[in-house]
């Protein structure tokens, strides 16, 4: 579909991602964002975007925000914070998007891109292409992609959705939060420029995509493909390891700290210690990565920075 002078949805709006997809759009379309605020802030959506402040798992929210003149809804809206062991994630998560797709379906609106993720592999042989089986996550964030996937898929044969799958791979940049490898090193180096504890054993590596160019992916796959599901791949052909970004962030410092490693082949449980996704079937729907899992971590270190 194309995406200029549409009327747009983006759930999880203001968060990371979805705050950059919001300021892609804007300029072309009618954008409303839905966000809780948990993980965003108001301040990254851009001007001329309007929120809708709630908790998508409540219908009414979904009803104020999705209504019959709407072309497409960009699903971000997750729990991403819960503990590995927390299944109340799988079903919140779930949960958000049930109601979603219901409202979606009550009011005719059809077409929905879902922001997944490279965890519903599991740890799979790399790179990993999108027709891998079986799929076997090893984290509660995992299962429940994989499970707001399959509910997507029902739509998408049962009710005549148009379904956009993105399965990411760590996406970095401005905004992302604590709790991701990068402005966690910066913190700590910022507490204490002369040690750095990194979790695991820092072989663990895994390919990073800046969020611009994620954003871009997203766009063209939703404007080039069209089957009933479409199930993409985001990512770079180039992985970068846990002790490649130490040394990427403290030279972007200015600082030599040394390492100190809290063990084991993973940061924690859950954790699938190596990922590469296979980007050839973006690249034969006419987008390539443009630059290195190194290159993505190192812009966005320059730009968590400032």
């Known amino acids: 579909m194309n995406l200029t002078g549409k009327r747009i949805v983006v759930t999880g709006g203001a968060g990371f991602v979805g705050s950059h997809l919001c300021e892609r759009l ?20 851009p001007d001329g ?32 914070n819960a503990a590995a062991d927390d299944v109340e994630q799988f079903r919140r998560n779930n949960r958000l998007t049930e109601t979603v797709a219901t409202r979606m379906d009550e009011v005719g609106v059809s077409n929905v891109a879902f922001t997944s993720s490279s965890v519903v ?52 940049g401005p905004r992302l939060q604590p709790g991701s490898v990068i402005p966690d090193f910066i913190g700590k180096l910022r507490e204490d420029p002369e040690t750095l504890t990194i979790l695991g054993d820092g072989r663990q590596e895994k390919s990073y ?54 063990g084991g082949d993973r940061g924690w449980v859950g954790d699938v210690p190596r990922m590469r996704l296979s980007v050839e079937k973006l690249s034969a729907l006419g987008w390539e990565p443009d630059g290195s899992s190194d290159d993505a971590v190192r812009r ?3 730009e968590l920075l400032e």
């Open 300 to 302: 966005a270190t320059g």
């Open 26 to 45: 804007a300029p072309d379309n009618d954008v409303l964002a839905v966000d809780d605020l948990s993980n965003g802030e108001r301040s990254w959506l």
């Open 49 to 80: 975007v309007e929120l809708v402040e709630g908790d998508l798992t409540d219908p009414d929210v979904a009803a104020a925000a999705i209504t019959g003149d709407v072309d497409v809804v960009f699903h971000f809206a997750a729990d991403k």
């Open 121 to 172: 592999y599991g740890e799979a042989p790399r790179p990993t292409p999108e027709d891998y089986a079986p799929l076997e996550p090893i984290s509660i964030y995992g299962a429940s992609k994989l499970g707001e996937e399959s509910l997507l898929s029902v739509y998408a044969h049962s009710h005549g959705f148009t379904v956009w799958n993105y399965r990411f791979a760590n996406i970095v």
């Open 209 to 262: 995509m800046h969020v611009e160019d994620c954003v871009d992916a997203m766009c063209h796959v939703a404007e080039h493909a069209d089957a009933a599901v479409n199930t993409y791949n985001l990512g770079t052909r180039t992985t970068t390891s846990v002790t490649t970004i130490a040394d990427i962030v403290s030279d972007e410092m200015g600082l030599d700290p040394a390492y100190e490693f809290t």
